[in-house]
């Protein structure tokens, strides 16, 4: 199949323009390799009447938006999924691995061809009725509303009495929007006091507008409140009962209150929504919903300057008996920037219950964790919201930016972690209930002039991701008011780096980290080996007498990552020639020479790591076994351990290039034990 | 001389005469002295159908300096497909084609849709690229656009000045290759 000679597009494509259509046995075909991705990740939305623009169902179809999709899932922009992956387990995670966004990829790059349509899988069948079963309650808005054409998204409450006399138990929601492609997410609730009723269509359309009205109405039961409504809904959910034994509240006489999204698409449609809801009998545990900051965040007092683009709040809460959490969720409005909820276990043990690095409202999902999650007594929670109020934040509503508060007009803010969860013992409810009830009538305390981090800004000093931390690893915190105004770089002084630096003191576990440089921006240090062998650790920066709140980190045994050459992480790495110049492009390391790799992340050594000492007679070496890949060959490693004169936490390792590594920039990897290093880190080969 | 016959072949794009939708043969560059002013668009692009209405509200705003026309690059639609998406969409009274064959796309360089091109009468390629930056990524639709590209491009023509801005990497769904047989 000949190729039209076009225009060179970025990334993937790239290599077609140089290379040309790539005809090989193994070349990836719509019939075997690309249709059965799209039929397992993608067709449940990409299908005609359903929230995405354009089908994905037939090979005509991914043909048109071949070019589109290589794009769209080499940034995982599609399928979409917020939540970091990695750390806890949800129901319906959607996601592409890398050898399926590979294949789009090379799909795209060798002219999406369609192969032997015999070989293709037949397109899923999708059930059009009630996906499970008949419905025990059906709801249906009497009056469609109508929505624009184009304009802002629009957040718009609805409002559907149940005429109930008794009070349910609901174990599963099912949605059917009219407007399918409009209808972005809908979030559910429950009102005993008909407030929402009075206000259904007081502006002459079904209905009632607002982001914040819901928090006033809610609050006027606060016990139902803290019930927790009836979840959430997304386009392409597998409508699902929860888990055994747990269930919604449905009071009797209550009406069904629901904030829909609305994105606009360029075509004025009208929604109708109709909701079917499905009983069970009274569960045994009832559940109780954390918010975190409380109240939708009002208890935080958000007042974010304008400009700003790191406004951060926090707010912790200690559960008082055992609990167990089932689902997960996060409101922000458009300034939000990312959202954390982590648990530390009274064993230290941290769990990262929901991260979001980069905040889209067009996506509130309700995560529901796949098996439950237990958090005994004395798990202490930290949510922590940060909003970006400069012009640099897409979503802005001002331009320019302007103060924000916390308020009930859509260019106001809000913000809340929020974890529906059930007491472990059914007895425990009325402590649970009454501790939330205690917090979320507590304003939460003000950062004020503390040294401030955000989670994402604690990152791999050689790899610059955030994460997980391991003994001995060389980290860099990114934050505020965390060390002097100019720069100040430690100098070791008897074989050993201070932890003390500028005024600055980072703690591990009230255990000072060895530092390597401090500013009150930018602070790098090495992690305490005392973390080795914990699940988890809790990080402070101290100033003066002025500490941060602390940061719950995981840890893991190691994290290897190989410093790069220009610092951000990829690229050329941090490496040297045999004759000990810089490896660089043009100065590349001929075939089978020797390189020395610098790197961090090693873990635990022999003779055991000492905190900030520089290695000048001993020599410690990884507990854990060090291999290298270059250009996905093993080399052989002639030593892997301390680097002469270098702080410990960061280690050397000689390799010899394998025969067979090609010219040019070759990715290299260096694995400790079964862990591998980051993606994207080069050498050059002659 | 030689060089500057080539400089001038090197501005001067002869764009290719379209028959619309409507059976009609569309003459891009007309001795009229209005500028041209292309819109590629697809039917299922979604930043495309959301940009409809404000190529409408630019085409109204700018008439009496440029003619608008659409560029549908997808070759299974009909014309009919095409008014009723025009219609949907919002999109004013001006000219539409189908452009199975990307004859246009080749003229202009284009390479997603939404995209815009500004021709001047001489020929000149004026501005090329997004209309705004009403997106700042294929994901993510801005609150307020901030940047109206193509509407500053069409002042400066009309003033007689020079384009400041004269291409913009356009944001949107990618044209696909021409599909064999079409």
Redesign the interface.
Known sequence: ????P??C?PVALLAACLLGPIANAQTPTWSENIAPILYANCTTCHRPGQVA??SLLTY?DA??????MA??TQSR??P?WKPETGWTSFRDQRGLSSDQISLIQQWVAA??PQGDTAKAPAPPTYVDGWQLGTPDLILQMPKGYSVP??G?DIYRNFVFPTGTTTDHWVRAIELKPSARALVHHVLLFTDTTGTARGMDSQDGSPGFPGFNSIPNILLKDPLNALSGGLGGWVPGTTPAFLPSGIAYSLPAGSDVMIQTHFH????ADVEQTTIGIYYTSKPPRSITQLQAPAIFGRQANIDIPAGQSDYTVRSSFTFPVDVDAFSVSAHVH?LGRGTRLTATLPTGEVKILLWIKDW?F?WQDTYIYKDLIALPKGTRIDGELVYDNS?GN??????PPKRVQWGEQSTDEMGSLILNVVPHVASDLTTLQLAVAVYSGTTAPAVGTKPLLISAGVVDGASALSGAVSPGKVVVLYGQRMGPANLAVSQPSGGKYPSSLGGTQVFFDNVPAPLLYSSTGQVSAIVPYAVDGKPGTQMKVQVGSLVSDPIALPVTPVGPSIFSANTSGTGQGAILNSDLSVNTSANPAPKNSIIVIYATGEGQTSPDGVDGQQALTTFPKPLQPVTVNIGGLPAQVLYAGAAPSLVAGVIQINAQLPPGVPSGDVPVQVVVGTTSSQQGITVAVK | MWRLLWLLAATFSPLPDMTDTQGHRQKLTQPDGKAAVIFFVTSDCPIANYSAREINRICAAYGSHARCYLDYVEPDLTPKQVSTHMTDYGHGDYPAFIDGKQLLVKALGATVTPEAALVLPDGTLAYRGKIDNQYASPGVRRTQVTEKYLRDALDAVVAGKPVAVPRTNPIGCFIPPVRAGK
């Open positions: 199949m000949t190729v039209a076009r225009l597009l623009p354009f005509t043909f048109q938006h071949g070019r589109t794009a769209q922009t599609m979409p002219g999406m054409a184009d802002p606009p698409n360029g075509k458009y889209n067009n012009s897409p979503y802005n509503p001002n331009s």
